[in-house]
Every structure is written in C-alpha cells, then in structure tokens.
C-alpha cells in the first residue's frame, strides 16, 4: 500500500485507517492493576513503554472509561505485569472476554501485592512496581506515567498481540 499524497499533508488520518494499521503493530501484553483506597481493579493493556531509565519510569495508557484509570490514579500506584506466552487467557479475562469465567475476575492466576500495595502477577514474564507521577488525559484515554519502584523477570517468554491474535517471540 502506498500513501496518496494527501495522507501526508492531512494531519488526521481516517479513525479506520489508523485502528488498521495500529492492528498491524505488534505490540507486548500487559495486564495494569492497582489496589488501594479507591479499589482493586485490573485491565490488559497493550500501550505500555519505557520512557527513561534514569530515573527507571515508564507509562501505560488505559481507556479513560475504565475504573482502572481513576482508581490508579486516586491510589497513586500501580504493577505492570508483562503476560507470559502462557498467560493469553489471562489477558482475555482482563480485556473483559472471559471465556467461561468472569470478566476482571482476580482468581483466574495467582497475584501477589508489591512494596506499593500494587498487585502483581506471580507467573509473569516480568514486573514493574510503579508509583504514580503524573496522569495526563488524551481524547479517549489516561496516560499514566510511573515512577518504577521495583521491577524484576522470569525466564518466561513474553506473550505478544499482532493482527488482532496472541502469539510468542521466536526464540533465539
């Protein structure tokens, strides 16, 4: 496919045109939870990246609809829990399509809390242990930007989502 000329001087691409071609980045798969005052809540999400290592902070971006994002952010922390390649249910439950189990259900794996009181997933690839430093609205969703307290991995390949289906990292 190749752009017309008039993509690149409209600074808006076509809503559909943009939800295509994001399906077709391969993205890893997180699940964002917080607990606290506000409540214990979970979601997958797929936007999440490192912003600095000096100091270690990254940010994920949740639908602002989603009582994840007022809850994270009246708690003011959260855990990133990058999914294992064995974990794509998991992913499902907290997408809100539970295949024979409730949706957002915490009892779908085993969780255990962080040094920030944040929740976190014991099988997970890796983990980051965040306190919250800034929260930022853009059109439909929160950005949450975090302070990495703590973070840690396991041997476990990392789950990914491309073209709208699961799949793994080939090994090296």
């Given at each position: 496919m190749t752009l017309a000329p008039d993509h690149l001087t409209d600074p808006r691409p076509l809503r559909s045109d943009f939800v295509a071609a994001m399906a077709n980045a391969a993205t890893g798969v997180t699940v964002v939870a917080t607990d606290g005052p506000a409540g214990r809540f979970a979601q997958t999400v797929s936007a999440m990246t490192?912003?600095?290592?000096?100091?270690?902070?990254?940010?994920?971006?949740?639908?602002?609809?989603?009582?994840?994002?007022?809850?994270?952010?009246?708690?003011?922390?959260?855990?990133?829990?990058?999914?294992?390649?064995?974990?794509?249910?998991?992913?499902?439950?907290?997408?809100?399509?539970?295949?024979?189990?409730?949706?957002?259900?915490f009892g779908c794996a085993p969780w255990r809390h962080l040094a920030t009181g944040a929740p976190a997933l014991t099988e997970a690839a890796a983990v980051f242990d965040c306190r919250l430093s800034a929260s930022y609205e853009h059109g439909t969703h929160r950005i949450l930007l975090g302070d990495v307290r703590a973070s840690g991995l396991t041997t476990a390949r990392p789950l990914v989502h491309h073209a709208r289906a699961y799949g793994a990292p080939r090994a090296l």
């Open positions: 490192s912003v600095s290592a000096d100091p270690p902070s990254l940010l994920v971006c949740v639908n602002r609809r989603s009582p994840l994002a007022d809850a994270a952010a009246r708690n003011g922390v959260f855990a990133v829990s990058v999914l294992a390649v064995e974990q794509a249910h998991v992913s499902d439950v907290f997408a809100g399509r539970a295949h024979g189990g409730a949706p957002y259900d």
